[in-house]
């Protein structure tokens, strides 16, 4: 990015790296105006000069970046510019589930279980995938490679608080 760029300057001074972000970044700009965004920022950066912002939780600091976001969605109330700036593309968001033990509804119709995936997949119609992108962190173990895919396996236990 172009060090002139001011999209690029907020982005660095918030440590924001990922397109997702910085696309939002420049949404804000264009809907809300550079002066609003630098007020933002400067904001962020008074906040996180002092002792920073927790989490919902009360147990970790934001970053930056969440610092910055968490204040940028608390004034602005207009839903069109919500949407835009927030939404990638305009697409409708993914409903987030708002209790941790909430039942994850299944697509699969009754009787059907995972053990019968193998069945599914010589009745499921071929799609194409033109790009996919994974992020898993930790240590996977030992690949098996395969004609068409790779398979690796990991398991997660979460933290102990």
């Known amino acids: 990015m172009d060090s002139d760029d001011p999209v690029a300057q907020i982005a660095a001074a918030l440590g924001e ?3 997702a972000p910085v696309a939002q970044i420049r ?3 264009e809907r809300c105006g550079l002066a609003q965004v630098t ?3 400067t904001r962020t950066q008074e906040i996180e000069a002092g002792e920073g912002m927790l989490r919902h939780n ?3 600091r934001r970053t930056p970046g969440g610092t910055f976001f968490y204040l940028v969605k608390g004034e602005i109330s207009e839903p069109e510019v919500r949407k835009y700036v927030f939404t990638p593309t305009g697409a ?3 409903s ?3 209790q941790p033990n909430e039942a994850v509804r299944s697509t699969a119709a009754p009787g059907e279980r995972w053990e019968d995936r193998a069945a599914w997949l010589t009745t499921a119609e071929l799609g194409k995938a ?3 992108k994974v992020t898993i962190i930790g240590k996977p173990g030992k690949p098996v490679e395969r004609q068409g895919f790779t398979l ?3 398991s997660h236990t979460p933290k102990l608080d």
Do not use: A, D, N, S
Request: charged share 35%; proline share 4%.
């Open 92 to 94: 409708p968001r993914r």
């Open 27 to 29: 949404r804000l700009i």
């Open 17 to 19: 790296r990922y397109t």
């Open 130 to 132: 033109t790009t996919v």
């Open 39 to 41: 007020t933002w920022l």
């Open 96 to 98: 987030r589930t708002t």
């Open 58 to 60: 009360g147990k970790r």
């Open 152 to 154: 690796v396996r990991m």
